[in-house]
């Protein structure tokens, strides 16, 4: 297995073949921008797909808050990810908070946002780039851009009405509001509500699951589930044919049922 990468902002682990990753700025609540945070992320989904021992990815925040997204401040000083002309703010966006989406769209193991406090704006649409949310009793969350006169420049628009349809999107996206963690859930925004000393145990508990499987066929069935969004059904199926024939003739599989005929806990090898 390689090394843990080096991280700034950030705190990397892996235990058991989950990996938990957690912004550890505080001070500024965990603000993507003004802070390495960005860097941190991607180096960590480019370390989390070469690394097969790796089997799922938890995403939380330290101290108060899940993560603030974009630095105010620096929005009201027209500095740093924000200052310059119309060319330059477009620049830095590519160059910087647009590198999460990119990155997190990437990753090739199940991602599960453990939302401990408060997910706003880009912290928010973080959130909604996991596969899976689970949120703190006290956490509340909002894309809330229209507020400050901007865009869900990071791409929230595209993962928001994808996770639950458009009109519900559009009815937060355009309003701007902030909601709690019931009604959340009950939009289908997060899978499950826990009080906040159960949060992280309750996503370990269900990383842990899903890293028990077979490792390849858990990486390939986390390609295809987003190479579904995209593709037609003819082509998806073409495609899913390959990957079966893969599947069938790896060791993984005949582990898994040797195991399930003679009623005993499998041990896969990721082969």
């Not at 408060?118 to 851009?145: H, K, Q, W, Y």
């Amino acid at each position: 297995m390689s090394d843990l990468p080096q991280l700034v902002d950030a705190e990397l682990s892996l235990q058991e073949r989950v990996a938990t990753l957690t912004l550890n700025r505080d001070d500024v609540r965990n603000a993507l921008t003004g802070t390495a945070l960005i860097d941190d992320i991607e180096t960590t989904i480019q370390w989390v797909n070469r690394t097969p021992e790796v089997g799922v990815l938890i995403l939380t925040g330290a101290g108060r808050a899940f993560s603030a997204g974009g630095n105010i401040k620096d929005m009201q000083q027209r500095s740093g990810d924000f200052g310059g002309d119309v060319h330059q703010v477009q620049q830095q966006y590519r160059e910087g908070i647009q590198r999460i989406p990119l990155a997190m769209h990437q990753a090739e193991v199940p991602l599960i946002a453990a939302i401990n406090g408060p997910a706003i704006g880009a912290g928010f649409d973080l959130a909604c780039m996991c596969d899976i949310r689970i949120a703190s009793a006290n956490a509340v969350m909002g894309e809330t851009f229209v507020n400050l006169g901007i865009i869900p420049g990071d791409g929230g628009a595209w993962f928001l009405q994808r996770l639950i349809g458009y009109q519900r999107a559009a009815e937060l996206t355009f309003s701007g509001r902030v909601i709690d963690a019931e009604e959340a859930l009950a939009m289908g925004i997060v899978l499950a509500v826990e009080m906040p000393e159960a949060l992280l145990s309750r996503a370990r508990e269900m990383a842990a699951g899903f890293a028990a499987k077979p490792p390849q066929a858990l990486r390939h069935t986390k390609r295809l589930m987003k190479l579904a969004q995209r593709q037609e059904l003819p082509d998806f199926l073409e495609h899913c044919a390959m990957v079966q024939g893969i599947c069938h003739n790896t060791a993984d599989h005949l582990e898994a049922v040797n195991a399930f005929v003679e009623k005993r806990k499998p041990e896969f090898k990721g082969v």
